[in-house]
T-cell receptor, first 110, second 115 residues
Framework: QKEVEQDPGPLSVPEGAIVSLNCTYS??????FMWYRQYSRKGPELLMY????GNKEDGRFTAQVDKSSKYISLFIRDSQPSDSATYLC??????????FGDGTTLTVKP | EAGVVQSPRYKIIEKKQPVAFWCNPI?????LYWYRQNLGQGPELLIR????????DSQLPKDRFSAERLKGVDSTLKIQPAELGDSAVYLC?????????????FGPGTRLTVL
């Protein structure tokens, strides 16, 4: 079983929809929780970063971390066609070791 | 600031041939990572450097893979000999160790196809 499991998708939504992306994990040593966006044939780029439990909002994006349930989420409000990409969750221990989920491919249709 | 530079962007080789990838991190970033990303999967760490020191190479297949980061700046990842299963995208990333969150900046990757 993988340390990080991500809802596989793919996910297709109409423009303006609210999108929910989710990951679960098993390693209690993870302290930092990240969401990356990856466009086709590009490297991942950091969208959101959260330390420990809680919520963080940045524009249309909200990241939630529930360490008690070992569950993290990314919400995208008012989704746009330009949000179409693969979204990767990632988690890191204090020792600096990062583990990525396998990604969820999102398509936002105009 | 200039991003992480990788070359080549694409490489096609026959199995059993050697191949090398080059990475130049963002200026001033002392931590450098090499990842392998298979189709439909997330990046998997191969090796992490802090300055010149390889601090985590536990996932590097040392029988055929080698890496170096001379002078703590750019880095080279080599595969010799390549196998069919090595076909993947090889991503380089860099970060400032001291920066909160230790944000990793990724390069565009090198897409390797082994025939």
């Amino acid at each position: 079983q993988k340390e990080v499991e991500q809802d596989p998708g793919p996910l297709s939504v109409p423009e303006g929809a609210i999108v929910s992306l989710n990951c679960t994990y098993s390693n209690s040593a993870f302290q930092y929780f990240m969401w990356y966006r990856q466009y086709s044939r590009k490297g991942p780029e950091l969208l959101m970063y959260t330390y420990s439990s809680g919520n963080k909002e940045d524009g249309r994006f909200t990241a939630q971390v529930d360490k008690s349930s070992k569950y993290i989420s990314l919400f995208i409000r008012d989704s746009q066609p330009s949000d179409s990409a693969t979204y990767l969750c990632a988690m890191r221990t204090n020792a600096g070791k990062s583990t990525f989920g396998d990604g969820t491919t999102l398509t936002v249709k105009p | 600031e200039a991003g992480v530079v990788q070359s080549p962007r694409y490489k096609i080789i026959e199995k059993k041939q050697p191949v090398a990838f080059w990475c130049n991190p963002i200026s001033g970033h002392n931590t450098l990572y090499w990842y392998r990303q298979n189709l439909g999967q997330g990046p998997e760490l191969l090796i992490r450097y802090e300055n010149e020191e390889a601090v985590d190479d536990s996932q590097l297949p040392k029988d055929r893979f080698s890496a170096e980061r001379l002078k703590g700046v750019d880095s080279t990842l080599k595969i010799q000999p390549a196998e069919l299963g090595d076909s993947a995208v090889y991503l380089c990333a860099s970060s400032l160790m001291e920066r909160e969150g230790n944000e990793q900046f990724f390069g565009p990757g090198t897409r390797l196809t082994v025939l």
